[in-house]
């Protein structure tokens, strides 16, 4: 038993050097570190770039809306062939009482053709035109809140692709030095066999603890080939050498009540549907502008060329006011006022479902990460005593008051408790993402990644106020 102790001590040295490349010390210049992960995710993931085009789409509703303050113009042309035959009396003025009216015929082929313009503005419309504004600029917030709800998600599940890597590198790593625990361990037993210090039965026990441990590794390999793929899909890079991520709880409440505070005032869950209300309010005014008079002012002006055979051209001009009352439509628009009142009463119920969803996601996410504190402690204790309880059995074995399967069994207890401390430091860490996440605070300015914030309202500035222009701000 001595060359076996001796060989268990140099694999739990590697065991821990395993678990601390895990989660403890790893050389950040040849690493990858969670924040240039999640950095490389805030700019290359295809999701945010999704929503930031939806955004920018969003941005245009403003210009549509602010069109109804402008004139409208439009130019017209016309160009034509007309066939005239005119039957022409003639009087003669000296012989008007008395001569016979004579006869003649004019006939020919002309082109009539001109141009015009014509100028509409709109003076009243029942306040549609502002309404229709507003509404544009709540949906502008509305997609800037969606744009930071999918922000968030996807780095919050950046974190948790990142150390779902590393713990799995971890648990395939502490595998690996058990598969060669297990087979030293069967190679002494059978040596030990031929010596006559064990039974066959002590050979197969360790035979079938290797094969036990062999499907353990295949499950770790296949564990930690998924969770490599699930990296490289949502932070866009094939992962390196992946280096320790510290908690976040320095930017996060220090109470309970406080972060539930923060994350019904901050969780873009809410202040979605905020701005879901105030899209109802003015589709609501909008509605109801259709019940307003109108007032329309029109100029136009027209040049017509050769409208008959000895017509040469004419000229007009015209300008119009247009006062409009609606008296009765059909009850449409009735009917459309009252369907945007529902629909703001719904707005206002998803708003409560949204404020008791944060409260519910900051309670779960609190409660969690208080868990996980606690189960690192209790893990390291548990190492502690797994390592301790081997090292106790493989010394009663040496006496011969233990059997195989004991040293087995403590040494399979023992790479559980190395596993379990490993699952626990990264569950620490990703749930204190978590209740970052959940207070709406989980944002490249909070975390201070080395990335410049994507900022909505540079490209709203650059449209909203466009006349004319087909070409984006980004030059397509």
């Known amino acids: 038993m001595p060359e076996t102790k001796c060989w268990l001590d140099r694999v739990g040295m590697a065991v821990a050097a395993a678990i601390a490349g895990a989660a403890l010390c790893c050389d950040p210049v040849l690493a990858d570190t969670l924040e240039s992960a999640l950095a490389h995710a805030y700019v290359n993931n295809p999701q945010i770039n999704a929503q930031r085009a939806l955004v920018r789409a969003t941005d245009e509703g403003v210009p549509t809306a602010l069109a109804g303050y402008r004139p409208r113009v439009a130019a017209t042309a016309n160009v034509g062939v007309q066939s005239l035959s005119t039957t022409v009396r003639e ?41 229709r504004t507003r509404l544009a600029e709540s949906q502008v917030y509305a997609a800037r809140e969606t744009l930071r709800t999918i922000e968030q998600t996807v780095l919050l599940n950046a974190v948790t692709a990142y150390m779902n890597l590393l713990r799995d590198a971890g648990i395939l790593e502490l595998q690996r030095s058990n598969l060669d625990v297990l087979g030293e361990q069967l190679r002494q037993s059978k040596q030990r066999l031929e010596a006559g210090n064990v039974t066959a039965t002590d050979v197969s026990q360790s035979d079938a603890r290797l094969n036990v441990g062999r499907t353990q590794l295949f499950a770790a390999e296949a564990n930690y080939a998924s969770s490599k793929a699930a990296y490289r899909q949502v932070i866009g890079l094939d992962p390196g050498r992946l280096a320790p991520a510290s908690p976040v709880d320095r930017f996060v409440p220090r109470t309970m009540p406080a972060a539930m505070a923060a994350g019904i005032a901050q969780n873009p869950i809410v202040t979605v549907a ?106 390291k204790a548990q190492v502690k005593s797994a390592e301790a309880a081997l090292n106790g059995v493989r010394e009663e074995a040496r006496l011969g008051q233990r ?47 080395s990335v410049p914030a994507y900022d909505p309202q540079v490209h709203y500035h650059q449209v909203r106020d466009s006349w004319v222009g087909l070409r984006t701000p980004d030059g397509r």
């Open 91 to 131: 009087i003669s003025s000296t012989t008007l009482a008395n001569a016979p009216a004579s006869y003649f015929t004019q006939s020919g082929v002309n082109t009539p053709h001109g141009v015009g313009a014509t100028v509409t503005q709109n003076l009243l419309n029942g306040f549609q035109t502002a309404n």
């Open 274 to 379: 905020q701005h879901n209300v105030d899209i109802a309010v003015h589709q609501v005014k909008v509605a109801e502008g259709a019940l307003y008079p109108t007032l329309l002012l029109q100029g136009s002006v027209q040049k017509n060329y050769e409208l008959a055979l000895n017509s040469l051209q004419s000229f007009t001009a015209s300008g119009v006011a247009q006062y409009s009352v609606p008296i009765y439509q059909g009850g449409s628009e009735y009917a459309a006022v009252r369907q945007a009142k529902e629909t703001q009463g719904q707005k206002q119920l998803e708003l409560s479902v949204a404020r008791d969803q944060a409260r519910l996601t900051v309670a779960q996410a609190w409660a969690q990460l208080e868990a996980s504190k606690s189960s690192i402690e209790s893990t």
């Open 403 to 449: 059997t195989t399967l004991d040293v087995l069994n403590a040494q399979q207890e023992l790479v559980g408790a190395r596993i379990a401390m490993v699952v626990a430091q990264r569950d620490r860490l990703v749930n204190s993402y978590t209740l970052l996440s959940a207070i709406g605070r989980l944002t490249p300015q909070v975390l201070g990644l």
